[in-house]
């Protein structure tokens, strides 16, 4: 099931009508129409082949496209998603719709299984004066269905992603106005045709398309507010992720690191305001990201970068990095409820929900607290600061003694001495070695998967794709070990402050002391997996991979 939409440009909308009319098409009155596309931020239902749109108009409908074009549909209940306003010549602003709430079903269950924990959100709205129609067949059954749109009015939602500006395009508006997190609004002029195929009957479709592009009308594939995200420069793919900049290896050394911070920026300026608001929780986890990144890189730019700016924004980077961590962790703790509990029986498991119930106040609470700091003048201050050094131009900055050097041989000796302090703290460890020595090596792997993911590329794509998946294994093992005492831990304290406050009953004692031993037995066996885990990672061929990568880069 295809659709095809005519742009009508400055051509007789009266015409048209008369032609679609003449071709035996019925037409119903005309609706005032809100059209909505949504996604996730970073575009999982589009990566799924899928598309999304709310649609108002004598109902407020969810129409779920999948490859084949068939739609599902959801009439949602009343207020299910915020709005607020609403004419023709000023489109409904639509709020966040969390698919989880939705009434449960196909349909719901169809979107989560991709959205995961992630919500929607508006990445363009289309308000229009609609007719539909349709054509009917021998037997009365509609063979072919058109909708025709007056446009009224178009906005882009706060959290689109502007398409890469194509200078070929003629549809492009070349208007992206959005400044900061405003939302960029229009009033447009014109009209568009969708011509719709329907299930059985292509011949039809194909029919009227030929017969309307003879008139001189230019079309386009999908419908019209595919058409609407064309014209106004969104990425229907959404968010991508951090930007990947290419590297020479052979330019200087400063150049190359703060080409990589200005990626990393623009990261975390593209996960800022979405934290802030803690729509959902990979905002926050894709901000931390950026954050430890921005980090490593600073750590890793002695002698390159400039004194006093690696100073300053190692500090204000700090901050950021100590303010977001706990409210991190229990976004994972609180999220990850329902699969820690999972192995106690029913009864256990609800007997802790009050201790479910403190964490998630606590959660509210250090998310209100990133959100304040994050909205303050100190926030403010490192952003531009920090964006106004990258924003000079090169031969405006100075650095350090390495600042000239190649960029390939700068960060191959930062790989070379990682690399090394992982082999050698990781030898180290034995059976009897306490905790503490294998959350450094932790702290060792994250310095050498933030070194690879920013500069490995100089040294060949497959061979750190090769690497990145052993220290992965390396890595999530460690990760397993220290990340269930936390949560032992975590869960003994508030399991402790809720009775405190009389909240918990005396015998979930016994559950709580059974999970936390759940816990602690994963834990024990991540410690005694450890020996495999490492002896991967530091196999011949792992660190011969990694010494040619190391190699290609200072080649």
């Given at each position: ?14 015409t ?52 084949d ?34 009434p ?15 919500v ?7 308000v ?31 959290y ?146 400039p ?23 229990l ?24 201790v ?66 992982v ?54 093992n ?5 990340d ?17 406050a ?8 016994a559950?709580?002391?059974?999970l ?40």
């Amino acid at each position: 099931m295809s659709t095809r939409t005519f742009d009508g440009g400055g051509s007789s909308l009266a015409t048209t009508i008369a032609a679609l009319e003449a071709a035996n098409i019925r037409l119903g009155p005309e609706d005032h129409v809100v059209r909505t596309s949504l996604d996730t931020f970073d575009g999982r239902l589009a990566a799924a082949g899928l598309r999304l749109e709310r649609r108002c108009g004598a109902a407020d409908v969810l129409e779920l496209r999948g490859p084949d074009g068939v739609p599902a549909r959801l009439t949602l209940p009343a207020a299910t998603l915020p709005t607020t306003g609403g004419s023709d010549a000023s489109p409904v602003r639509t709020g966040v719709l969390d698919p989880r709430d939705l009434p449960p079903g196909p349909f719901r269950s169809r979107l989560t299984t991709v959205t995961r924990e992630r919500v929607l959100v508006s990445y363009l709205t289309l308000v229009t004066r609609r007719r539909e129609g349709d054509r009917p067949g021998r037997e009365g059954a509609p063979t072919v269905a058109v909708g025709v749109d007056r446009w009224a009015s178009l906005a882009v939602g706060r959290y689109a992603t502007r398409r890469a500006p194509d200078p070929h395009a003629r549809d492009a508006l070349q208007a992206w106005t959005a400044e900061g997190w405003a939302i960029a609004a229009w009033t447009l002029e014109g009209w568009t045709l969708e011509v719709i195929e329907l299930p059985g009957h292509p011949k039809p479709a194909a029919e009227l398309v030929r017969r309307t592009t003879r008139r001189g009308l230019s079309s386009h594939e999908g419908d019209a507010l595919d058409l609407a995200l064309r014209r106004a420069g969104v990425d229907a793919g959404g968010w991508k992720g951090p930007a990947r900049t290419a590297l020479d290896r052979h330019a200087p050394a400063l150049p190359g690191y703060r080409t990589v911070l200005r990626d990393l920026l623009a990261s975390l300026e593209a996960n800022w305001q979405g934290t802030i608001e803690h729509l959902d929780s990979e905002f926050l986890h894709q901000t931390r990201i950026a954050v430890r990144r921005t980090r490593s890189v600073l750590a890793e730019g002695r002698g390159v970068l400039p004194v006093d700016v690696r100073r300053d924004q190692r500090e204000a980077f700090a901050w950021l990095g100590a303010l977001t961590g706990p409210a991190r962790d229990l976004d994972v703790y609180v999220e990850g409820w329902s699969q820690l509990t999972s192995p106690l029986p029913a009864a256990a498991a609800r007997a802790l929900d009050p201790v479910r119930d403190h964490l998630v106040a606590q959660r509210a609470a250090e998310h209100t607290t990133v959100s304040a700091a994050m909205r303050s003048e100190r926030a403010a201050a490192v952003l531009t600061a920090w964006r106004a050094w990258l924003a000079l131009s090169d031969d405006a900055v100075s650095g350090g003694r390495r600042a000239d050097h190649p960029l390939g041989e700068v960060a191959a000796t930062r790989l070379r001495e990682a690399q090394e302090q992982v082999i050698t703290d990781g030898r180290a460890i034995g059976s009897d070695s306490p905790p503490e020595a294998l959350h450094e090596l932790r702290k060792d792997a994250k310095r050498l998967r933030y070194l690879l993911e920013s500069f490995g590329p100089l040294g060949g794509r497959k061979r750190l794709r090769d690497i990145l998946g052993h220290l992965k294994l390396l890595q999530d093992n460690l990760g397993e070990f220290q990340d269930t005492q936390v949560q032992a831990d975590r869960l003994r304290s508030s399991a402790a402050e809720t009775a405190g406050a009389g909240r918990l009953a005396p015998d979930a004692d016994a559950a709580v002391e059974r999970l936390a031993g759940i816990l602690e037995a994963r834990g024990a066996a991540a410690r005694d997996d450890f020996a495999r885990c490492f002896a991967d990672y530091s196999a011949r061929r792992t660190r011969r991979t990694v010494a040619a990568l190391i190699d290609g880069m200072s080649r």
